[in-house]
């Protein structure tokens, strides 16, 4: 069964190249994509020498508890392969982590000898850049739901899941029969629109490319955990709009357990929690993603094994950022996956057929080409607001069909981050 936990608190949260590289993509990541992407793998190399002379520990405030949380429990996980790859590394935690425990309980870790100290939600991790500069020798770092602000050993970091969302919303806008898709979502916030228009823009492609029309309903329920009301969200989504294929932005299982119920399919997020966590089964699930904090955390640990008294301070990594665990697996920072299957095995063996062979082969290629980093879904489409969002002190909803961002243009990493405050045009935001 899955733990009823904690949701994310309201104010928070809110991933090499290639012989065939195009020349106009080549010439874009030159001149657009953000040093996020541009990184390669030497620079973040540290020698045998210079980590085998230092210990490290690592240690991450959970806010929510761990167990049965697809939230904390990836970050769990992810801090556990860190210490499995690395003998020298030591991995220390704190649950339900508010953020006016913050600080007492990172200065206490530290006089515990850690040395890194990562909040896993922006709403209690923010905190921990008022003791910086008390603290000089230590790495902080926080997740980031929409603030970036950084100091020279204060991290910001997320994974880039809406390369994973897009392959999700071609596979979901393939598996619709009524035409019919729903999304139960939190409430607006950056997390949320960036994630969401990257499986727009899936579904999206998917229509275009089979000739069908693919309307995709978006209904808030006001925060990240409230059970009952995403229960009621999602029944009314299949019942009132038809809907036959359900994902969700929130954090409860119970548009999971509405889509079984229903005999629909669902598509997850954030973890494979039928591989990890024994949720539901491929029969229901069409697909999930899986994110890999762990490059992340592998990132900022090599760093500091290296004496990298200024460290990369925003990490926004993606498919073409890897790590290779304890075991010889490569992983990508986010991938799709599903009952620990990846790329288009990934997909339930029973939603497989019907899905058309030109789906099935556009879902490879995309996934291919963004672990490749000769592709994205941010810089491949126009962005058009939908005239609906969220508005931001210096930074109002964009009119209904202005084009914020052309096509071919990759946004910097600070605006996906902490711009990105509208919907996408067509999509049916529901009241």
């Known amino acids: 069964m899955r733990n009823p936990g904690l949701g994310r608190n ?179 916030n950056i997390q949320v629109l960036r994630r969401t228009a990257g499986f727009f823009l899936g579904v999206q492609d998917a229509a275009k490319a089979l000739g069908k029309r693919v309307t995709v309903y978006v209904k808030y329920v006001g925060d990240w955990y409230k059970p009952t009301e995403e229960r009621e969200v999602a029944t ?70 290296a004496g990298n008294q200024n460290p990369r301070t925003l990490l926004y990594l993606g498919m073409r950022d890897t790590m290779t665990l304890a075991d010889g697996t490569v992983e990508p920072a986010v991938d799709i996956m599903n009952n620990k299957q990846v790329g288009v095995d990934a997909i339930s063996p029973k939603a497989r057929p019907l899905i058309p062979a030109s789906i099935l082969t556009l879902v490879t290629q995309r996934r291919e080409q963004m672990m490749k980093g000769q592709w994205d879904p941010f810089f491949e489409h126009a962005f058009v607001s939908n005239g609906t969002g969220l508005a931001l002190q210096d930074t109002p909803i964009p009119p209904k069909g202005m084009v914020v961002k052309k096509a071919q243009q990759m946004p910097s990493d600070e605006w996906l981050l902490g711009k990105f405050n509208f919907d996408l045009d067509g999509m049916t935001i529901l009241k």
């Open 10 to 188: 309201h104010m928070d949260r809110d991933v090499h190249s290639s012989t065939r590289t195009a020349p106009r993509w080549a010439v874009a990541v030159a001149l657009l994509v953000t040093a996020g992407l541009a990184s390669s793998a030497a620079q973040w190399a540290v020698s045998a020498a210079a980590a085998a002379g230092q210990t490290a520990t690592l240690a991450i405030l959970h806010f929510s508890v761990i167990k049965g949380t697809t939230w904390s429990g990836a970050h769990h996980r992810a801090a556990q392969r860190i210490a499995q790859k690395y003998p020298n590394v030591k991995y220390v935690y704190r649950e339900e982590v508010g953020p006016d425990v913050t600080i007492p309980y990172a200065e206490e870790l530290i006089r515990q000898n850690a040395n890194i100290v990562v909040g896993n939600a922006e709403f209690m991790g923010l905190p921990l850049k008022e003791i910086a500069d008390k603290y000089p020798k230590v790495y902080f770092g926080s997740v980031v739901a929409s603030d970036v602000t950084t100091k020279r050993n204060f991290i910001r970091f997320f994974p880039r899941q809406y390369q994973a969302l897009y392959l999700e919303g071609l596979i979901a806008g393939a598996l619709t029969r009524t035409g019919n898709l729903g999304v139960v979502s939190a409430f607006p």
């Open 236 to 305: 009314t989504l299949v019942s009132q709009y038809k809907v036959d294929v359900i994902t969700q932005q929130t954090d409860s299982g119970s548009p999971l357990d509405v889509a079984q119920e229903r005999k629909i399919w669902f598509v997850g997020k954030d973890m494979d929690v039928v591989g990890f966590y024994g949720w539901s089964s491929t029969d229901t699930v069409a697909v999930s993603f899986d994110t890999r904090w762990e490059i992340l955390y592998d990132r900022m640990v090599k760093d500091w094994l």
